[in-house]
């Protein structure tokens, strides 16, 4: 049985904020076949890495799982950077799935380069498009 591929366009759109508590902070959306998906506003961490983060972890809790976690030091190359499993029982981070983990989380904030790894490591390549101004286009096969 073959696996069916599935491409998808995720297109990175970057406004400013024109709301009363957040006016002039810099928005990025993130779209996924023109579907509004995740966005984050503010700056100073990776706002593209985050958005595409959000986005990841709510839709690949399955693959997400099957992967190493290091959620400490980039240093350290037994597991993926930006990737942590909660374990609410212990309440600590720990770097593999277990029983009593709840969700595994990828924090895009980490960086853009950390989430493509991520991606690769889940057999699903992320493929650069085109850029303009406003945002940049993808392309991801699943």
């Known amino acids: 049985m073959s696996k069916k591929i599935t491409e998808k366009v995720l297109r990175f759109k970057w406004t400013v904020s024109r709301d009363r508590d957040t006016y002039g902070y810099n928005i990025c ?8 998906v995740s966005s ?18 709510d839709n ?11 959620y400490g ?5 037994k597991g993926f ?6 374990n609410s029982k212990t309440k600590k981070l720990q770097s593999r799935w ?4 709840n969700r595994a989380y990828v924090d895009g904030g980490c960086g853009f380069s950390s989430v493509e790894r991520i991606i690769k ?4 390549n992320l ?3 085109d850029g303009k101004i406003d945002g940049e286009t993808y392309l991801l096969t699943v």
């Open 98 to 101: 277990s029983k009593n983990v």
């Open 29 to 36: 959306s993130l779209y996924v076949n023109g579907t509004k």
């Open 127 to 129: 493929k650069y498009i």
């Open 40 to 57: 984050c506003n503010g700056g100073g961490y990776d706002m593209r890495g985050t958005a595409l983060g959000n986005w990841i972890t």
């Open 73 to 77: 030091s980039c240093d350290n190359h």
């Open 121 to 124: 490591a889940m057999k699903m």
């Open 60 to 70: 690949f809790q399955d693959k997400l799982k099957k992967l190493p976690a290091n």
């Open 81 to 86: 950077y930006g990737l942590s499993f909660y």
